[in-house]
């Protein structure tokens, strides 16, 4: 199936024009891309045109679909998405990670529903710790705060309520630029 991210740069019409003929009897009968090629020829777009969210609502329904269902913190998918859109307009400029360890621990001896509620309040104290910033859940046990901001690293305060039954994190920063992350798989290749 073929697929256009949203993140894609934008194309002159001209530019969309040659893709969709390239795709002709690929993706499209040869009726449809004569017809787009007919219609769109002399099209002039408007520069200021965006996908993205532009509202605080628009920026919240774009984002429900990439929360993350336990902690309501967003997913990696989402984090993805940011770090592509900002390696064109560099917004974020820290990435803060905390890596629980061990986190079975209270899975094994509470249960699955427990070991959710630990996740859940971990996620809430961070999002009223680091309330400027985002907060994304990822690879299940690890947490990520995304800012505009250099991020202050309080690992006291994060032990008091992170800590227990066993459970340990570590933490670690990065500068986006410096560290040239502009996708999740850039960041992933530095874990």
Known sequence: MWECPIYQARKTTSEALKEIESLQNIHFKKEIVDAAIKSLDN???????????????????????????????????????????????????????????????INEKFGWEEGNKYLQNISLKLQNIYDDDLIFRIYSDDFLILSTKKIVDDSESLKKFICRDGLDFETKKYNIEEDSIFSFHDLELLK
Do not use: A, G, M, W
């Open 43 to 105: 099209l002039v777009l408007d520069k200021k045109i965006s996908q993205l969210p532009s509202s605080k609502i628009e920026k919240e329904r774009f984002s429900y679909f990439y929360k993350d269902q336990i902690t309501q913190s967003y997913n990696s998918t989402y984090l993805d998405f940011l770090l592509v859109k900002n390696s064109f307009n560099i917004k974020y400029k820290y990435i803060f990670l905390i890596s629980i360890h061990n986190l079975n621990n």
